[in-house]
């Protein structure tokens, strides 16, 4: 029985392959790759055999990559915004069950009502509720903590105030987040909402995480609201 490479051609297996590595597809859409070098490096990952086929692949789709990459736009958006820096940051997760939105109601009303930090996020799994570390007690007593799955606190949140224009750019998120994992920062949480794209990292790698993002954003104004 044939295998999935073997259904596949040495075109689709080169496109495949760059997809899989964003730094390859980066070098590639900016004409910063040896073709002949990434032709015979797929051959030998891939065992593909026809070298002109991965050549002749990898140029026709830099040819497309070329035409689609936004980091320009993407930096123009991050010049243009700010960076906001909070401490004393909590997460705590919780079991998907509506009894657990139900009894965070009035939590939430009286935490909007402060303008302090919250966020909540549901998936399948969990609910996320991302606040400040003097809330912790009140949201662990409003769960319940027979509900609870875990607790992190002290840690920090890195705010990229962005103008509306990057609700209209392909990859502003992603470019951010590309940045700071290259770097080894670990990210908790990360969460994209409006203008405001919100990173959650742990109180060590804060000010790291907060350097390396200020390395993009040019007004490179200090932390605000820093507590």
């Known amino acids: 029985m044939e295998g999935p ?4 051609s040495a075109a689709e297996l080169t496109r495949k392959y760059i997809d899989r590595h ?10 910063l790759i040896n073709y002949s070098s990434l032709s015979r490096m797929i051959m030998k990952e891939l065992d593909v055999k026809n070298e002109e086929a991965v050549l002749a692949a990898s140029r026709r789709y830099a040819m497309k990559l070329s035409k689609t990459d ?4 993407i930096l123009r958006v991050f010049e243009a915004s ?3 820096l909070k401490t004393k940051i909590c ?8 009894i657990v939105l139900r009894n965070l109601e009035d939590v939430v009303k009286k935490i909007l009502a402060e303008k302090s930090t919250m966020q909540i996020l549901q998936s399948t799994n969990g609910i996320t509720v991302i ?3 003097k809330h912790l007690p009140t949201i662990i007593r409003a769960i319940g903590q027979e509900h609870i799955i875990s607790v992190k606190e002290n840690l920090g949140e890195i705010t990229v105030k962005s103008p509306p224009s990057i609700e209209d750019t392909p990859g502003a998120f992603a470019y951010v987040m590309t940045m700071l994992s ?3 920062i670990n990210l908790l949480e990360a969460v994209s909402c409006y203008t405001d ?3 959650i990292v742990s109180r060590e790698d804060m000010m790291r995480a907060f350097d390396i993002l200020s390395s993009t954003i040019e007004d490179k104004i200090g932390p605000e609201n820093s507590r």
């Open 82 to 84: 700010r960076l906001e």
């Open 91 to 98: 997460i705590v997760i919780a079991k998907n069950e509506w």
């Open 182 to 184: 290259e770097q080894g």
């Open 70 to 73: 936004f980091e320009g736009d």
């Open 131 to 133: 606040s400040e570390d």
């Open 22 to 31: 964003p730094s390859i597809r980066d070098c590639i859409s900016k004409d």
């Open 197 to 199: 794209t919100i990173f």
């Open 5 to 8: 490479k073997e259904k596949l």
